[in-house]
T-cell receptor
Framework: ETGVTQTPRHLVMGMTNKKSLKCEQHLGHNAMYWYKQSAKKPLELMFVYSLEERVENNSVPSRFSPECPNSSHLFLHLHTLQPEDSALYLC???????????????FGPGTRLTVL | KQEVTQIPAALSVPEGENLVLNCSFTDSAIYNLQWFRQDPGKGLTSLLLIQSSQREQTSGRLNASLDKSSGRSTLYIAASQPGDSATYLCAVVHSGGGADGLTFGKGTHLIIQP
């Protein structure tokens, strides 16, 4: 595997379900990100992890819960979602240099989520 | 709050034409700017990254310029091909580096007619 991978690629869930999205990066990066892409709206940043610590939570509802167990893996746990949460969820990674911050981000293929 | 605008929202041109996509941002205190392409239903492919100290970057038929003081960037595509059809996204990193998220524009949907 190379680059950034995401599973599953498609997910359909009911509003009472609990599911998780998985992201894995094979680039040796030390920062990972979750973004949401809804129709007719720009890509929105949801969460940022740097060195496995969450550094930004962009006012995301608590029904979305991120987890970063190590620098290569990132999860997004979903529970009691709403139909308006249907979107493409994209994961990205980058290398961060303390005090400099190069920050070219590389994206995975995304998970297309449909909430019924 | 940083806002990124891309013009035009959509563009359709015949194959072989040179074209320019525009991006503007409201806060000139950016660290870098990145151009991506996105194919329908797919993730983002990074095309070019320009750091704030740079004026332009080139990759093959693509050239991106940055005028930080005026809050503008352009993506120039030379000799366009049908395979260039995609949505092109411009994004900026606002603060001084580190693990910062990108702020995106809505994109330019480009169609190259064979």
């Amino acid at each position: 595997e190379t680059g950034v991978t995401q599973t599953p690629r498609h997910l359909v869930m009911g509003m009472t379900n609990k599911k998780s999205l998985k992201c894995e990066q094979h680039l040796g990066h030390n920062a990972m990100y979750w973004y949401k892409q809804s129709a007719k709206k720009p890509l929105e940043l949801m969460f940022v992890y740097s060195l496995e610590e969450r550094v930004e939570n962009n006012s995301v509802p608590s029904r979305f819960s991120p987890e970063c167990p190590n620098s290569s893996h990132l999860f997004l746990h979903l529970h009691t979602l709403q139909p308006e949460d249907s979107a493409l969820y994209l994961c990205a990674s980058s290398q961060v240099f303390a005090g400099v911050g190069y920050n070219e981000q590389f994206f995975g293929p995304g998970t297309r989520l449909t909430v019924l | 709050k940083q806002e990124v605008t891309q013009i035009p929202a959509a563009l359709s041109v015949p194959e072989g034409e040179n074209l320019v996509l525009n991006c503007s941002f409201t806060d000139s205190a950016i660290y870098n700017l990145q151009w991506f392409r996105q194919d329908p239903g797919k993730g983002l492919t990074s095309l070019l990254l320009i750091q704030s100290s740079q004026r332009e970057q080139t990759s093959g038929r693509l050239n991106a310029s940055l005028d930080k003081s005026s809050g503008r960037s352009t993506l120039y595509i030379a000799a366009s091909q049908p395979g260039d059809s995609a949505t092109y996204l411009c994004a900026v990193v606002h603060s001084g580096g580190g693990a910062d998220g990108l702020t995106f524009g809505k994109g330019t949907h480009l169609i190259i007619q064979p």
